[in-house]
C-alpha cells in the first residue's frame, strides 16, 4: 500500500467510524490516486449490490428493465478496456436470468411495445458476439421484431409506448436506436439506417426550442394530452436525463452508422446543436446540471447527479470520436470534477457509491404526471439508482480514457485482409471475414486489440487487397497475420514478389510493419518468409510451446522486466508457434529457451517487428479463457504503443 493511499484510507475509516455509521449517504472524500480507476470501484459496487441481477427492493420481483440495460452497458465498456473477464461474466450472468436456452426472454412482453424494453439488446447483441450461442441471436431478433411492429407517428416516429400513443419522448432515443443501428450494422440490414436517422430527425422538428436549443421532455402529435401544449404538442420543461438520453442515443448511434451513408452529417449536425445547448446551461460554479435545466433559480431546483454523467458521456464521446469540437472536452472535464466532488461517496466498507439521481420523471399515466416544474421537483432523489450509477460508469470509463496516451492520433493501423482472408457464412447465411479481423469479438477475433489501439487515439481499418504504394500511402502500422494456406482458403493470394517489393519500399519511407506467423503446419510460411527475409527475418518450420489441455503454464513466456517493447516485463502466452532465425538487421527482442521468440529490424526511416504467433487475438486478451496470471493484454498494449512510437514524425 502507498503511503498516499495509506493516508486516505486511514482517513476516510477514521471519519466514517467517527461521525457516521455509514457515510454512504453524505457527499465523500474521493481518492484522486491516478492508479484508481473510478469506473471500476463503482462497478464493484454494481457486482456487489446487484450480484444476481437488478434486485431493486425486496420482496418484489426482478424486472426486464432498461436500467439495467445502462449499467451493463458500462460494464462492457469497462470490459473491452481492461480486458478482466469477471465483467463480462456478470453481463452474461446477468441476461442469462432471463434469456432461456430458445432464445426467449423471461418477463418480457413483445405487444406491449414499449421501447424501453428494447434497451437491453445491446448487451444480447455483445453476448451473441462473443460466445456465439444462438440464444442471445434469437433473444435480440425477437426485440428487432418488436421495432418492425411498433406503432408510429404518422411521419414515421416511433410511439414511446403503445399505452402512450402518438407520443414520442428523448428518453426512447436511446432506449430504441443504439440497438436499431447495431442489429442494422451486424446482420446487413442497410435499408435500416434512414429511419434510424430519422428518429432523432423527427424529434429535434417538433421537440427543439428555438430560442435555448433545448428540447422538451415529449412531443404529443395528437396534441391531446394533458401536458401537450395545444399549438406545439410539446411537454412544458426541459429535463435533465431526457437530454441526457438523447445525447447519449446520438454518440451511440454515430459510432455504428455508416460512414458513407448521406444522413450521417445530418446527426452530427443535430448532436453539434445539442451539445452548444448542453454547454449553455452548465453550471458555471460546479460544472453540473440542473434537474429542470433552464431555471437554476427556481424553488426547489437541484444538481442531479444522472444527467451529468449523461452529458459528460455525451460531449467527450463526441470528442473523441472527432464529431465535436475540441472545445467541448473542457466542459466535460469540468463536469466530471463537479460529479466527483458533489455526488460521489464510500460506505465503511471502501464501496463507492453516487448520490443525487431522481428516482424517475415521465408523461402522462396513472396518476398523472403533467410535466410542470413541479412535477419534476416532486419526485423522488435517491442514491445507486441504476440509470445514475450505469450513466456514471460510461462517464468514467470514457473520461478514464483520457489517461491513455495518444500516442495514435493521426495515425492509422491497417490490417491485412488479403493474405489472411478465411471466410464463412454468418447466422444468416451472408458470407464473412473471420479470423484476426478487427469486427470479430469471438475468441479468434481482433476485437479487444483493435479496441486498444482505437483508445491510443489511432484509426483502425482493414486493406482488403494486396498491398500497393497508394493503398499503403496513408497507414502509420500495418499487420499481416497468420497468411493463409490451401488448407485454409480455396484460393489463398500468396506473398508475391511485387507485394514484397511494395511493402519493402514503403518500410523504407517510414512504415511500421508488424508480422505475425503461426507454427507451420498452420501458417503459409515460404512466401511469407520472401518478406520476412527481406529484413533479416526467417520463421522456422517447426511447432513450439506446445500446451496440453488447460496446462497454461506450457505456454508461459516472461519477459524480462525493462525491455525495450515491454518495458513492465509481462507474463505471456505463446502457444504452438514459430521460433526466428535472425540476419543482420534484425536483433532478438524476447527470447526464450535459447530460441527468439520476437525480433525487431530497422531499414532506412521504417521498422519490422516479428513474432511466430497471432498472440494478441480475443481468446488471449479477454480475460475469459487464461488465468489474470498472464498479461497479454498488457503486452499487446506495450507493444502497439512502441509500433506508433517508431511512426516518423510528419
Known sequence: MKPLFKKYFFFSVFTMMIIVSSCASKKGIINQIAKLSLSEDMAKTVMTIW?????????????????????????????????????FSYIQKSMDFFVKNDGTIDRYKLTDYNIDNIKNGRSLLLLYQVTGKDKYYKAASYLRKQLEGQPRTKEGGFWHKKVYPYQMWLDGLY???PFYTEYAKNFHQNEAFDDIANQFIYMEKHARDPKSGLLYHGWDESKEQAWADKTTGNSPNFWGRAMGWYGMALVDVLENFPTDHPKRQELIDVLNRFAAATANVQDKKSGLWYEV?????????????????????ALAKGVRLGYLSNNYEAVAEKGYKGIQKEFLARDAQGLLHLNGTVSVAGLGGKPYRDGSY?????????QDDPKGVGAFLLASNEMELR??????????????????????????GKPESFHYVWNEWDNNGFGILGESIRNMGAKTETLKEGPTASNLANSSVYIIVDPDSKKETEFPHYMMAPYIQNIFEWVKEGGVLLLMANDSSNCELPHFNDLARQFGMQFKYELKNPVTGSQFDMGMIKISEGNAVFPSGPQTYLKEISTLDLTT??????????????????????TVFAVGDPWLYNEYTDGRKLPNTFQNLTAAKELMYWLLKQVPNK
Not at 433552464?294 to 447527479?305: F, H, I, R, V
Open 51 to 87: 450480484a444476481d441481477s437488478l434486485l431493486m427492493e425486496e420482496g418484489k420481483p426482478v424486472k426486464w428493465a432498461y436500467d439495467q440495460g445502462v449499467v451493463l452497458e458500462g460494464i462492457a465498456n469497462i470490459w473491452k478496456r481492461t480486458g478482466e473477464g469477471k465483467y
Open 175 to 177: 432506449m430504441g436506436e
Open 293 to 313: 435545466l433552464d431555471q437554476p433559480n427556481g424553488k426547489g431546483n437541484y444538481l442531479e447527479a444522472s444527467a451529468a454523467n449523461m452529458f459528460v458521456y
Open 374 to 382: 413541479e412535477y419534476y421537483l416532486s419526485e423522488k432523489v435517491v
Open 403 to 428: 489517461n491513455i496516451q495518444q500516442i495514435g492520433k493521426n495515425k492509422t493501423v491497417l490490417l491485412d485482409n488479403y493474405f489472411n482472408n478465411e471466410t464463412r457464412k454468418d447466422i444468416i
Open 585 to 606: 538487421p534484425a536483433r532478438a527482442v524476447v527470447q526464450n529457451k535459447g530460441d527468439v521468440i520476437m525480433a525487431s529490424a530497422k531499414l532506412g526511416k521504417g
